[in-house]
């Protein structure tokens, strides 16, 4: 099993940052990915942004290109998404989320993911 636990949200300004972080433990491996959704209200989850294990590739929804940048600290156990340039619309839940493989894709659909963080909310005043 692994765990993670998300952090980092809170209330700010539209045009302002945040940086969400999401620590993992328990039986992680470098054969995994990681990534962040978000869930607005009344809507589905959606993809966001996903890393890989080692960090060094990543791939994000075209919504969010060139405001977030989402990367993992091997020594640390934890990914990062920093949000710049914030709108009223990234207002939502945002959940980190971890899938073990090998294949060397990217995975954008929430069920494809083995586990899950409780959830951070992020709101954006306008």
């Known amino acids: 099993q692994v765990q993670l636990v998300e952090s980092g949200g809170g209330l700010v300004q539209a045009g302002g940052s945040l940086r969400l972080s999401c620590t993992a433990s328990g039986r992680t491996s470098d054969y995994m990915v990681m990534g962040w959704f978000r869930q607005r209200r009344g809507m589905e989850r959606e993809f966001v942004a996903v890393v890989t294990w080692s960090g060094s590739r990543s791939y994000y929804t075209d919504s969010v290109k060139g405001r977030f940048t989402i990367s993992r600290d091997s020594a640390e156990n934890t990914m990062y998404l920093q949000m710049t340039f914030l709108k009223p619309e990234d207002t939502a839940v945002y959940y980190c989320?971890?899938?073990?493989?090998?294949?060397?894709?990217?995975?954008?659909?929430?069920?494809?993911?083995?586990?899950w963080g409780q959830g951070t909310q992020v709101t954006v005043s306008s």
């Open positions: 989320a971890a899938k073990e493989t090998s294949s060397g894709l990217f995975y954008i659909k929430a069920g494809s993911y083995n586990y």
